[in-house]
């Protein structure tokens, strides 16, 4: 059955209850009369009988009325004087109710008017609450369930649904209002909900003379009627035990299989060295008999726990011991003298306080295995367990125990986000230290490490240069080493660009490969180390950002330094998804300097071919990424106008990102469109036009980079 059925059938029950259980209300009280109604929709159409209803419940003459009304009008006039004589002689407040609805049926507010007439006549009036009080009032549900918490407290009542549906509730209020009258109360099982409730109403029925206005079946039903339930139990209070009632001395068997016990003083959870271990003893359904127990801890001693009753009354008893020593405890549980079925009881006990943390993490790397080991030689039995808890917005972090040796276990964790993580290591439940390890965490993977020191190229006896951009990946220390051919460290200077952002400056002196080693947080970056080959010195040397990287329609640089080349001619050239026309080369302030700037019209990889003496030079071709420069696609910032016109529209694709991948799709009644023609107008904003020859509705689809715009698809009437 679908989860909107399963609701639907759910509300059905509790309104049929409802009905049900009204429908036999009113018939208990209209029986002085002789007459009844068999459906609250329609009996109560014409007046007459709502009339004897209040004039049974109020014991007061509404007055002259017609008896057998003929006509529409007459019965309008029964049920607005039996309306006006609830409102205004017993000052009873209406809802939402006139007398056309109940002439026309109307079953949710005929069933609201019963309800307001149960609440005042037998349950307000029963327990004596006035409206008119100007002091604290209690409602109606307070005082019933008060009065049925004081005469059967064991019960621990506290609703008029889920409480009531195994029987056992029913019958112990039967036994209470009349002890002995239902002496099996105490002993039923919960499990016979249905033969429970049969009994106990019966008995009710019977001998107390308090009608099953609800059915046994619908009290053990889960979705039993709140309202239902209190008007069924509000006809406790006013009963009478009638002569000859079967009053039996209560029996009280005792079962040692019913004994039930728990506590962490018998399963261990929740215990620990050095505080109370808590044991109770539920006699409840196995009669009362003297409950002892000792304990036997894991050096050998022996000592008695004593009990007392959790209340005053109660059958459920409760005792402790103070365990001194992790280890295993015996307990040994006595019920009437004889040992329960499971005693003696084997009580793992732990000491949170003997656990030790060992190697721990100072830094943890987001979407890597971090590790903080846990020692428990002297903690006893238990398990360790961990919580976590990540910056704020971040995922649950992943993470387990896995066992090393018998007093060694890991816990494995991976943080999914930059941020400070707390980490509370527990011993079974407890925590091992008194604030959790703080860690914070850092992500490798947004270190950009970008600029001509890390490209092969460079000439010999001249400074070059790399960034280390880590802006992005949390606070850590930056470690950079750099190696000539013969292993040996070359002098590096690193400035601060902003936190965590460096310039690392460095002069190789030698030609032949070279290693860089960028290690960020005490780890290797991912493409650490970087390994590159300095060319002899006086070579031409290209250096600048626009090398690697530019943005669409906005000028990019870099310098190309033939100082120490001699005599010769510079060749550029550049090849990519746009021609590039607008590329320009500057003399600089020194000879030998070149400045070059070029615009990319399109996004992509651009190859950036740079001659000298017609050959090319050290490190080329370089390869340029060029971006738009206009950010992710935002489909939901793209703005369309004149879709109703049938013909064409625009779509404003200014401040949506992307590159322009503008996808449109028109669909007649019956046939696609003849053509549809989109034109972009240069500045992101496009034209569209299409032409359906057959009229009527017809669908329109935009999406901006395979995502709709809002609106889409869009439905329209073309004629």
Not at 617 to 635: I, K, L, M, N, Q
Request: aromatic share 8%; charged share 25%; with cysteine.
């Amino acid at each position: 059955m679908a989860e909107e059925d399963m609701d639907i059938d759910i509300d059905a029950q509790w309104k049929k209850i409802q009905e049900k259980t009204f429908t036999r209300w009113t018939n208990e009280q209209l029986k002085v009369q002789k007459v009844a109604v068999k459906d609250l929709t329609t009996d109560f159409g014409d007046g007459v009988l709502l009339i004897v209803l209040l004039e049974v419940l109020s014991q007061k003459s509404v007055g002259r009325y017609n008896k057998k009304p003929r006509i529409h009008a007459q019965k309008m006039e029964n049920l607005e004087k039996v309306l006006k004589f609830i409102t205004d002689k017993e000052g009873i407040r209406l809802v939402n109710i006139g007398s056309g609805d109940i002439v026309e049926g109307n079953l949710k507010l005929i069933l609201g008017l019963i309800w307001t007439l149960i609440l005042h006549y037998q349950i307000s009036m029963g327990f004596n609450i006035d409206d008119d009080d100007d002091g604290p009032k209690r409602s109606g549900k307070q005082a019933l369930l008060e009065y049925i918490q004081k005469k059967i407290p064991h019960k621990n009542i506290k609703n008029f649904t889920s409480d009531w549906n195994d029987g056992t509730a029913v019958a112990a209020l039967v036994d209470a209002h009349a002890p002995g009258l239902c002496p099996e109360a105490d002993t039923m099982d919960p499990n016979n909900a249905l033969q429970n409730a049969t009994y106990a109403m019966q008995l009710g029925d019977d001998w107390l003379g308090i009608p099953q206005v609800l059915g046994p079946e619908d009290m053990t039903n889960p979705h039993v009627d709140e309202l239902s339930m209190m008007t069924y139990l509000s006809q406790f209070p006013e009963a009478e035990l009638k002569e000859g009632a079967p009053i039996g001395p209560k029996e009280d068997p005792k079962d040692i299989t019913k004994v039930k016990v728990s506590g962490s003083g018998i399963t261990g959870d929740g215990a620990r060295v050095g505080k109370p271990a808590k044991i109770i003893v539920d006699c409840s359904e196995s009669g009362v008999a003297p409950v002892t127990a000792k304990v036997t801890t894991p050096s050998g001693d022996t000592r008695d726990i004593e009990f007392e009753p959790k209340s005053k009354g109660s059958k459920v008893y409760e005792g402790n011991y103070v365990p001194e020593e992790p280890g295993h405890y015996g307990v040994e549980v006595d019920f009437d003298g004889e040992p329960l079925p499971d005693s003696p009881y084997q009580v793992p006990i732990g000491n949170p306080d003997g656990v030790r943390i060992g190697d721990r993490p100072e830094l943890a790397f987001v979407d890597e295995d971090n590790v903080i080991d846990v020692f428990t030689n002297e903690a006893g039995p238990g398990d360790v367990t961990a919580e976590f808890t990540g910056p704020i917005g971040s995922p649950p972090v992943k993470h387990s125990v896995v066992k090393v040796d018998d007093n060694h276990v890991q816990v494995h964790f991976t943080p999914e986000t930059v941020g400070v993580y707390k980490a509370n290591v527990l011993f079974n439940g407890f925590p091992v230290e008194d604030k959790p390890l703080e860690i914070p965490a850092i992500d490798l993977s947004k270190v950009i490490v970008i600029g001509p020191g890390i490209q092969s190229g460079n000439p010999a006896k001249a400074e070059t240069y790399f960034d280390v951009d880590a802006r992005q990946t949390g606070d850590a220390d930056l470690d950079v080493s750099i190696t000539d051919p013969e292993g040996k460290d070359i002098p590096i200077e690193v400035t601060p660009l902003a936190k965590n952002a460096y310039r690392v400056k460095y002069t190789p002196q030698d030609q032949g490969d070279h290693v860089i080693d960028v290690k960020y947080g005490g780890k290797d970056l991912k493409d650490s180390p970087y390994f590159i080959n300095v060319d002899e010195p006086g070579y031409v040397k290209c250096t600048g950002d626009g090398l690697t990287h530019a943005v669409v329609n906005e000028k990019a640089e870099f310098v190309v330094d033939a100082t120490k080349a001699g005599p010769g001619g510079l060749g550029l050239a550049m090849e990519g998804p746009g021609e590039v026309t607008d590329m320009k080369c500057e003399p600089g302030d020194e000879n030998g300097i070149f400045n070059v700037s070029y615009v990319a019209p399109l996004p992509g990889v651009y190859k950036i071919t740079v001659k000298f003496n017609d050959e090319e030079v050290p490190g080329a071709p370089f390869e340029a990424t060029v971006s738009s420069g206009r950010g992710d696609p935002d489909a939901s910032q793209c703005i369309v106008t004149g879709i109703e016109s049938g013909k064409g529209f625009e779509v404003d694709c200014k401040n949506a990102g992307g590159n322009g991948l503008l996808e449109v799709g028109v669909t007649g009644a019956y046939v696609p469109a003849d053509y549809i023609a989109v034109k972009h107008n240069g500045d992101y904003t496009f034209s569209v036009s299409y032409h359906i020859s057959v009229p009527g509705e017809t669908t329109i689809v935009v999406k901006w980079h395979g995502e709709h715009l809002n609106g889409s698809p869009f439905t329209i009437n073309t004629e």
